[in-house]
């Protein structure tokens, strides 16, 4: 659809839709199927989905007569009993073929070293008695990509509940939750007491999980320091200094996998992932799960050295935010952005535990908007 100031005419019907004079005086063009299939009466207001199906039209829609009444566009369309009203303010919103507006679209705050006396906390009984509160929550976590839970009971259960603030425990192919202590018979790196290189995690999942939570219920050995950082941060930087090193790690797939005696997970991701406006979302990065590179060898040639400088750059201290996780507290990141890892500790020196699980971006997203936004139906 295009804006015009061709005509200064309330409406002209044209061919396939027709034109009208919106608030402010420019006119703009709407496609006659556009038009019929969202009037409002289109929308159930119980269900508020799509009730009407453009499908069964069995001609195309054309209006039999169409003006401006008290600001909005009226429609009596040919060969049906059917007058549709649409608000000019609502027509223009869409008038120029943009995407609509997404509340939880919100500009990414990039951090570095130095963030972790700034990082966003909530105690968690504040977050489960105020709503108002989780938003806050959800939005650190969308600007920032991360935040601290405190208070948080000695129970599963507590984990669980905070999940539901957000969306539901999403699975992966290490179950529900994981249990984040040294094993006797390791099938992960985690499960050791050994230094965890940085990563995102499980990347060889088709969808990697969006949001992780790590819950500490006890932390007294000596060592274990983690480390976190923000993968937007390093990529942006990247961006600057290296920018055909950029383009290859945000266009190119690689092939990343997991696998045992009962599996044999395995997809291809890009190493920087970016938004619908060309910025950086978010990193993925594993070094001990990224497969053997398939790419065409020449392709490497270029591929690995774009790879190695930016990996190296994800361990400068410019942005590796050190510190102790402590029990009663549960880190919330999201997995797409934050690059986290942790030092080595001593088993015998006390008791770690961390208990992990998943949520879904989107499902943090929905219910940031559900909670600051109007909606379509409010
Ligand atoms: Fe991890």
Redesign the pocket.
Known sequence: MNLTTSSTAPVTLTDTGLEVLLPGGCSAYFNNYWLRDNCPTSFDSQTRERVFDIFHLDTAPRPRRAEVVDGALEIAWEGENHTSRYPLDWLASYAEGKRRQDPSDLPRRAWYADHYPNVARFPQADLMADKAKVAEWLKALIVEGVALVTDMPDSDEGLTELVKLMGHVRPTFFGEYFD?MTHIEPTNL?YTAKA?EL????PAEDMAPGV?F?HCRANSVEGGQNLFLDGVAVANDFRELYPEDFKLLAETEVPFYCEHDTYDVRSRQRVIELDAHGEVSGVTISQHMADVFDLPQDVLDRYYPAFCRFGRMLQSDKYLMRFRINAGECIVFD?HRIV??REAYSATSGARYLR?TYADRGEMRSTYRALTSEGRFK
């Open positions: 984040v985690a965890l990563h995102t995690d499980t992780q790590l997995n986290h890892g992990g």
